[in-house]
């Protein structure tokens, strides 16, 4: 839109001398404008009261065509029907002044009335008073308006019984502007005693809002995963708080750390408690274990009941104070002589006749030595 356009809308009261267009090419950036007027719009020329303009959403509004109203006078078409304050519309008119906003009736095809609120802006079209008339649809108004309150009231509604915790508030000052039940059934405060008050007297987070633990109304702690968002409230930036409470999943997942963490230092004696209940099952019989024994040497009983403890081949070296080799060919000739070729198996093997506890192992290798004697 043009400046000289532009101007049409914007101008205070002037004089009838300060609004003409003297010029034809004037009317063609009048007419443009009107046509382009977001609003209804019409034109009516002062001397003759006949209407020489008129935009598209106008003849919407009234459900009319061009011929309806162009060439036609006010008395003929009014566009003023139970105007409320007639006496001073008629001086605007006769002295071609701004028409403040003042109620009309606007008549419809069907011979029904829409209520409208109407303004005059004096303009000059071709070198003639004009008077530009645009409307404003109460009826449209007011259906705008209640969309618009029952929005507001659904957003309120949903903010108010939404399950999660929320709270407005000023950033500003850090003023709480309104908190939700579910926030204030959180913290165990009453909406009266949060709304209007800083979030640094009440003491939300005494450590800190980074640390995610809020404290309650009786003081107990919570920890809670808490974000923040720039909300706009008529115009105006505030900051939304959202809070979750996860005290409960948090002790739940520390919970279940601390059991892996029993599990994983429990395993070997899990291993060995396997181990132990395969070697039970197997029942071997008195005379295996004493052919078994029989032909291990005393260094190989040694070596056994170190692999029955769990030792590797370094650490047996070094429990024994021998080379790696010789604990190597200890273990090939223990596996050959009780029938087994993995370290578990002679483990499962050894613990079934007491190698893994050494009084037994002593009382047995006892046994076993008086039966070769013998």
Not at 114 to 121: D, E
Not at 192 to 199: A, C, I, K, W, Y
Not at 213 to 233: D, M, N, P, W, Y
Not at 293 to 308: F, G, K, P
Request: with cysteine.
């Amino acid at each position: 839109m043009t400046n000289d356009c532009l101007d049409i809308f914007t101008r205070p009261h002037h004089t009838l001398a300060g609004t003409m267009w003297h010029a034809p090419e004037h009317a063609t950036r009048l007419e443009c404008s009107i046509e382009s007027n977001p609003a209804p719009a019409i034109v009516c020329g002062l001397r003759d009261l006949r209407y020489v303009m008129v935009n598209r959403r106008f003849l919407a509004l009234t459900v009319s065509a061009d011929e309806d109203w162009l060439r036609r006078s006010m008395y003929e078409r009014s566009i003023l029907e139970g105007v409320a304050n007639y006496e001073l519309v008629k001086r605007a008119l006769v002295n071609a002044q701004t028409i403040p906003q003042t109620r009309v009736r606007l008549a419809m095809p069907d011979g029904t009335y829409r209520p409208v609120i109407v303004t005059g802006q004096p303009v000059g079209v071709a070198g003639q008073p004009c008077m530009l008339f645009t409307f404003t649809d109460i009826g449209a108004w007011q259906e705008t308006e209640r969309c618009h309150d029952q929005l507001r009231t659904s957003v309120q509604t949903a903010f108010t019984t939404s399950s999660a915790c929320m709270m407005i508030v000023d950033p500003a000052d850090n003023v709480v502007t309104v908190a939700n039940e579910s926030f204030c059934s959180l913290l165990g405060y009453s909406l009266n005693e949060l709304s209007g008050r800083s979030t640094d007297d009440i003491d939300i987070w005494p450590s800190g809002i980074a640390t995610g633990f809020v404290r309650t109304k009786c003081g107990q702690h919570l920890e809670c995963v808490i974000s923040e968002a720039t909300i706009l409230v008529v115009g105006k930036a505030y900051a939304l708080w959202t809070f979750q409470d996860v005290t409960s999943r948090r002790i739940d997942e520390r919970s279940l750390a601390a059991a892996i963490e029993a599990t994983i230092s429990e395993s070997k004696w899990l291993s060995h408690a396997i181990l132990d209940n395969m070697a039970l099952r197997s029942e071997p019989s008195r005379d295996d274990g004493a052919s078994g024994l029989s032909e291990l040497t005393a260094r190989e009983r040694d070596v056994l009941a170190l692999i029955c403890e769990g030792m590797d081949d370094k650490t047996m070296a070094r429990t024994l104070q021998v080379s790696g080799n010789t604990i190597r060919n200890h273990v090939a000739r223990v596996y050959s002589k009780i029938g087994v070729n993995r370290r578990v198996a002679a483990a499962t093997w050894g613990r079934a006749r007491g190698f893994d506890t050494g009084s037994n192992r002593v009382a047995l290798l006892a046994c076993a030595t008086d039966a070769l004697s013998n």
